[in-house]
């Protein structure tokens, strides 16, 4: 069973490591340009909070594939639940970074956190312990929304012709 645990919390970090690929250039370049609020936290606490965040979400999600039995039909919602927050948080930093969609960004991560939600309403009654994991994420996400609103309030968006 070491290989399906190892696989599922590895996973999410795959996201997270194009995401870095991502932010790297535009973090020294663009992001600096951005009005941001006082309260956010330093750009050097991203990957640490992002590294924690991924490989608990991971194991909460072999935690509850594990206790269905695998991807049975009793996993369709719980884990389709998480495959779908997952592909909206990969989603968020090409948008955000990548493509400079400010209101977009704030749109989809509004999504993502209403999704992360749901997932970890499905995975309580299957693993409080997964449920748990969870919790973290749902907080920093929401800390994230409220950053997100704040930059795109505070940076009005170009429009394109």
């Known amino acids: 069973m ?3 645990m190892l696989g599922m919390t590895a996973l999410p970090h795959l996201g997270g490591l194009y995401g870095g ?3 790297r250039k535009e973090v020294k370049t663009w992001y600096p340009t951005l009005q941001k609020p006082s309260w956010r936290p330093p750009n050097a606490a991203f990957p640490i909070v992002w590294t924690c965040l991924y490989t608990g979400m991971g194991y909460g999600s072999y935690l509850v594939w594990r206790e269905l039995g695998g991807f049975t039909e009793k996993a369709v ?3 389709g639940l998480y495959g779908l927050q997952l592909a909206l948080n990969w989603a968020w930093t ?3 970074f990548g493509k400079h969609k400010l209101k977009l960004a704030l749109i989809e991560i509004v999504f993502l956190t209403g999704t992360v939600g ?3 309403a499905s995975w309580h009654p299957i693993s409080r312990t997964a449920t748990l ?3 973290p994420y749902l907080a920093w996400l929401c800390l994230a ?4 609103y704040c930059i ?3 940076n009005p968006e170009e429009k394109e012709e």
């Open 145 to 148: 929304t409220s950053l997100n």
């Open 94 to 96: 090409p948008i955000f």
């Open 21 to 23: 690929y991502v932010t």
């Open 77 to 79: 919602v719980p884990l």
């Open 152 to 154: 795109w309030r505070d």
């Open 118 to 120: 749901a997932t970890m």
């Open 2 to 4: 070491w290989l399906p």
């Open 133 to 135: 994991l969870m919790a």
